[in-house]
Every structure is written in C-alpha cells, then in structure tokens.
C-alpha cells in the first residue's frame, strides 16, 4: 500500500501535469488533467504509427491495450477476461444495456434517482418500444438511493436494476454494496454506471456485486477523452450479446458462422485507438502507484474543506446530498445563474461545471433544481487554488 499523499508529494504530481500550471481547475468532474506522461504515451505510438505505418504500430498498440486491459482489471479486483475498452462510459453502458435480451411488456427496470441522463434514455427508449416500465427507487433521508426501499419493491417482473454510484449533480455517495446485496440475493442483473467512481473511490467488484460497471478514463482516472472501461461479471456474460459485432467480437469460424468472444471483448470492435490505449494504460499505472485510497482520502478532505467555505459566503447555497460524499461539490449563487458564474470564473482561468436537468433529471426535477454550478477536486487541487476559486466567488457577489 502506498504512502498518503504529502504535499510535497501532490507538488511533484503537479510538477508533471501541464493544465495544472496553466489554469485553476475545478472540473475534474468533467474531465481531469492528463500527466505529461500519459500525453508522452500517446504521442509515442502516433509517431511510431506516422514512422512505421498505422497497422504495423498496431504491435506496439496492442500490447498496450491488453496493459491497460490488465491494470485496470488490478484497479477493479476483477479478471483481465472481464474487462472491455470502451470509448466512454455511455459507448460501455450503452453497448451493455443493448446486449441484454429483448424486454417484454409488463417488466419492470428499477432505477436509483440519481440515474445519469443518457443511461435513461437508453432505458427508455427500450420501455417505449416494449412496454416495460422504468421504476424510480426511492431515496433515504440523506438523498441516497435506499437498498431496504428496494427489496419492498422488488417482484418476479423486475429485469435490471441501474444505480449511478456518484452522481453527475453532487457530492452524494450511493450505498453500491448494499444494492448489491439486495440485487445477488434476488438474482435480478445488477448495473452499475461508475463514470465519476473510476479512480476517485476503492472499486472491488467482487464486494460490490454488480454484473456490470461502466466506468470513463478521462474523469478522476486522468486519462484521455475519448476511453473508458467496462466490467462484466463473467458468469454473465453469457447473457450479453452484441448489438452488433465485427470480425474481433465474432470472427466467423470455418464453418462461416459467427463465434462470439467468451471475454468482454466480446463487446469490443476490431477498430480502436490504440494510441489512447497507450495514455490509458499510464493513467491507470500512475493512480495504482499513487493508490485509489490515498486519492480518496485526499479527494474527501479537499471537498469537504470546499463546502464549508462555500457555504460561510452570504448568498451561496452548497446543495450536496448523501452522508458519505464525492469530489464534486454543487452549489448555486443567489441572483447569478450557474451558466453566468461558469462563464465569469472561466475569463478569469477557473474551470468548474454546469449542469442542467438532463444529466439527473430524477434527481433535479424533484428538487426544484434547473441548473448547478459544480466545482469538482482532483487530489492535485491545491489550498491556494481552492482560496482562488473562493475569493472569485465572493467576488461575484460583491459585483
Ligand atoms: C455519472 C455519469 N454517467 C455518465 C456520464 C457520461 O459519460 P460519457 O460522456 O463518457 O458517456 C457522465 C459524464 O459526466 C457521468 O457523470
């Protein structure tokens, strides 16, 4: 197990990360800054790619895949054969949901409210087509997703229950293992949207239960846009197939009919590129080296110190639910819409997000929320960055 995190250490880190002398980023949430390194590995295999041909790189490219298909399998306490390249959480979550058989009229799909908005969509587009349902679970106390509230509602017609761990909107932290417990107790398929989870918090699917997590590289991970991870519990496996498939998914034996993979690259495509394989598999080596725990514990203290002085400033509401709480932290600014305080603080070099009701409509809509301005930490977030985006906020208030 690593070191924690001195300051020295997050100095070094920092050292290595271009965006982090370049601007004051509170949207990690979004998408993080990738290291030096992990530029450098992609840059690597385009020139190896323009020097000695695309395909014949592809050597190289693969051998980096099937890296980074390893470490985050480490990452995710799962087996290599469980884990597919994915180009983003919604490609992997999407690209699984489609693989499962048909839905049938009258069954049910049960989700938690914080569900992401695309995942939605997918869902019901598919209820639509059906006539399968979607049932919203109910939440708790503290906003988190209730696994007792679940088991009440549970009947032999329920087909999928979705959970978005950490949603888009906040810092909430849903209780995945103990929907878990309730989704392998019943046997019903269990997946789980990761996206904001991957390389913030300790994932062990195995502890989880899940049959399937998506999770994106370009978040708490640092990797490039454009990748992500999907997990798929071996024994279901079986349960999914293709949308569509190509000649890597399922070439086509000698008797000319198609045979599908028996790993999760069975929800893969031939084409792919490897040269963002490459950034990936240093992102994934550089979290491990710094240890998921060690990036939690600093995650969980910077965005707690964040939302205590945010919410000291007169007129600023800090609207983060949940008892156990992620890096991003929502919040509104009396009198200035969350797209106006985005677009001040970016002329003055500080990132943060802004989100609508389309992301997590379950969740905003119930709440009367229409739009948040979110500024999510990394562990690189530094004291003088958080005094900085401060100091801007209250100075939007004195406008
Ligand atoms: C919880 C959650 N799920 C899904 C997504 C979508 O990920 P992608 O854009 O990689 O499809 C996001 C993006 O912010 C997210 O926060």
């Not at 004291?383 to 939007?396: F, G, K, T, V």
Request: charged fraction near 20%; glycine fraction near 10%; charge should be neutral.
């Amino acid at each position: 197990m690593p070191s924690p995190l001195s300051l020295a250490d997050v100095e070094a880190l920092r050292a290595r990360t271009p965006g982090a002398q370049t601007v004051t980023h509170f949207n990690h949430a979004g998408a993080s800054l990738p290291s030096s390194a992990t530029l450098e590995a992609i840059r690597a295999q385009l020139w190896l790619e323009a020097r000695t041909g695309p395909m014949e790189a592809g050597v190289t490219g693969r051998e980096q895949s099937e890296r980074a298909r390893l470490l985050a399998a480490r990452l995710l306490n799962a087996r290599p054969a469980e884990i597919a390249l994915t180009t983003g959480n919604s490609a992997g979550w999407g690209a699984a949901f489609a693989a499962l058989a048909p839905l049938r009229s009258g069954e049910r799909i049960l989700v938690g409210r914080h569900e992401w908005g695309g995942n939605l969509a997918a869902m019901r587009l598919a209820a639509q087509r059906t006539g399968a349902t979607i049932d919203v679970i109910p939440s708790d106390s503290s906003g988190a997703v209730d696994p007792q509230a679940l088991e009440a509602m549970l009947d032999d017609r329920v087909r999928l229950i979705a959970l978005t761990w950490m949603p888009a909107n906040g810092g909430l932290i849903n209780p995945a293992a103990a929907i878990g417990q309730v989704a392998r107790r019943h046997r019903i398929p269990y997946f789980i949207d990761a996206a904001q989870t991957l390389g913030q918090l300790p994932i062990d699917v195995a502890a989880v239960g899940c049959d399937v997590l998506s999770g994106v590289c370009r978040k708490a991970l640092r990797g490039p846009r454009g990748t992500g991870l999907l997990y798929v519990r071996e024994d279901f496996l079986p349960r999914l197939t293709p949308a569509f498939v190509d000649t890597r998914s399922a070439p086509l034996g000698t008797d000319g009919e198609p045979v599908l993979r028996n790993d999760a690259a069975r929800l893969e495509l031939s084409e792919s590129s490897l040269a963002l394989h490459c950034g990936v598999a240093n992102a994934l080596e550089e979290a491990l080296e710094i240890g998921i725990e060690n990036i939690r514990a600093r995650i969980d203290s910077i965005a707690q110190a964040l939302r205590v002085q945010l919410a000291e400033i007169p007129g600023v509401t800090v609207l983060d639910q949940g008892r156990e709480q992620s890096g991003l932290v929502a919040f509104n600014v009396a009198g200035l819409e969350p797209l106006s305080v985005q677009s001040k603080l970016a002329a003055q070099g500080i990132t943060i997000g802004s989100n609508g009701v389309g992301y997590t409509p379950l969740d905003m809509e119930p709440r009367g929320l229409k739009q948040i301005a979110r500024a999510s930490v990394s562990y690189l977030t530094t004291e003088p960055e958080i005094d900085r985006l401060l100091n801007a906020i209250r100075a939007l208030r004195g406008e």
